[in-house]
């Protein structure tokens, strides 16, 4: 079915202000406090480079705490909200979606993987060349006559010095290059979960029995196959109840469920809270 549900997605227009850099990247910089109570998600990707900072950033419902010398990475569709102190200075690289197809290649590792951490925490030297790259995207931004090849070549350095610095981070990366099974397991559930629930789908799309399946899941991911489908649909089912007013039977419908109880008793089962008690407390 067609999608309905209305996000508020914020723009990367909508950060514009004076810059005339266009739709496909910007820059900005955060002094002093700020609050995001709503949770929201962007159409574009982000790179935020903390200098100073305090406070939590909420991604995907995880609350991290923000300090300094941190990199913090943020996808498209990704929701967020943060709480930071008066004490905050950061910088933010605001990627387009047509740029960051560009980009992408330099993000050495799965999105999976970033999206699992998103934030790195930073060695003295790793946090200085880092803000290096971030003021030279400044400074070129600010000419006259931008010279986009510079700018490209920029961030693609920043996404590869991201991920040198998050390697250490990613246990579950070796993971993936001995079983790249694994991998393609998760790439499936991220586009079919709302319509394929059960695990003989995605067994016989990998040419595999659902007890290998399984087997491999519960051995290297410590979760059932089953139950990692689950957590997909819990994350998008709680997006959705965050961040729109639509009726609860239309976002079941969405996520493929059309009978409310099954999605009710669904949802109860893996967070302990009914739909309408979640959105209520967001």
């Known amino acids: 079915m ?88 950061a910088h933010q690289i605001m990627i387009g979606r047509s740029m960051f197809e560009t980009l992408a290649g330099s993000l050495r590792f799965s999105q999976i993987s970033y999206q699992n951490h998103p934030i790195i925490n930073l060695n003295p030297n790793a946090f200085k060349e880092l803000l290096y790259e971030f003021r030279l995207v400044k400074a070129e931004l600010a000419k006259p006559a931008i ?33 790249p099974i694994l991998f393609k397991y998760l790439s499936l559930i991220d586009t079919f979960y709302k319509t394929e629930k059960l695990l003989a789908f995605y067994a016989n799309q990998l040419n595999i029995s659902a007890n290998y399946l399984n087997i491999l899941c519960k051995r290297h991911l410590n979760a059932s196959a089953t139950a990692l489908i689950h957590q997909r649909l819990i994350l998008e089912t709680k997006r959705m109840l965050s961040t729109s007013d639509s009726p609860l ?7 493929g469920f059309y009978d409310m109880a099954h999605f009710s008793k669904f949802f109860k089962s893996n967070t302990r809270m009914t739909p309408r008690s979640f959105r209520e407390q967001s």
Do not use: C
């Open 2 to 89: 067609d999608s309905i549900i209305k996000f508020p997605t914020l723009d990367i227009s909508e950060f514009r202000h004076s810059q005339s850099s266009g739709d496909n990247l910007l820059y900005n910089e955060l002094k002093g406090n700020r609050h995001i109570e709503k949770p929201h998600k962007h159409d574009f990707f982000l790179f935020m480079l903390f200098e100073e900072g305090g406070g939590i950033h909420t991604i995907d419902f995880v609350d991290y705490p923000v300090a300094g010398s941190q990199l913090h990475i943020l996808f498209p569709e990704q929701i967020h909200k943060w709480e930071l102190p008066e004490n905050t200075h």
């Open 147 to 179: 010279l986009w090849e510079i700018i490209n070549e920029r961030v693609k350095l920043i996404a590869l010095m991201a991920s040198r610095e998050a390697e250490t981070l990613f246990s579950d990366q070796t993971i993936y290059k001995t079983k």
């Open 249 to 255: 039977k239309i976002i079941a419908a969405e996520l």
